[in-house]
């Protein structure tokens, strides 16, 4: 059973940068796709970012594309997002998550597991 552990949230002034990363664990992740999503109090989870298993396509969410980019270590089993130029309504709970899939797409029914969420909180 894999395990998905997100760290690197935090508190971040409006225009700071923050850095996320997910651990894998329980198996390699080098052949499936991964992907990132937030939820914010009262709201839906949503979209952020997604990397194919390789690593040659991502896809963002357009309220993020240009300011977060998602990346991957299949050697280390890691994801991580960058986030720069941070805004006050990108605070959320930010979830890693894992498809059985090589390439997925944008809806959270594409990924089957997911881990416990890191804060990321914007002060403006």
């Known amino acids: 059973q894999v395990r998905l552990v997100e760290s690197g949230g935090g508190l971040v002034q409006a225009g700071g940068s923050l850095r996320l990363s997910c651990a894998a664990s329980?198996?390699?992740?080098?052949?499936?796709?991964m992907a990132w999503f937030r939820q914010a109090p009262g709201k839906e989870r949503e979209f952020v970012g997604t990397?194919?298993?390789?690593?040659?396509?991502?896809d963002y969410a357009d309220s993020v594309k240009g300011r977060f980019t998602v990346s991957r270590d299949n050697a280390k089993n890691t994801m991580a997002l960058q986030m720069n130029n941070l805004k006050p309504e990108d605070m959320a709970l930010y979830y890693c998550?894992?498809?059985?899939?090589?390439?997925?797409?944008?809806?959270?029914?594409?990924?089957?597991?997911w881990g416990q969420g890191a804060q990321v909180t914007v002060s403006s």
């Open positions: 998550a894992l498809s059985d899939r090589a390439v997925a797409g944008r809806r959270t029914w594409d990924y089957g597991y």
């Open positions: 329980g198996r390699t992740i080098s052949s499936n796709a």
């Open positions: 990397i194919s298993w390789i690593g040659d396509r991502t």
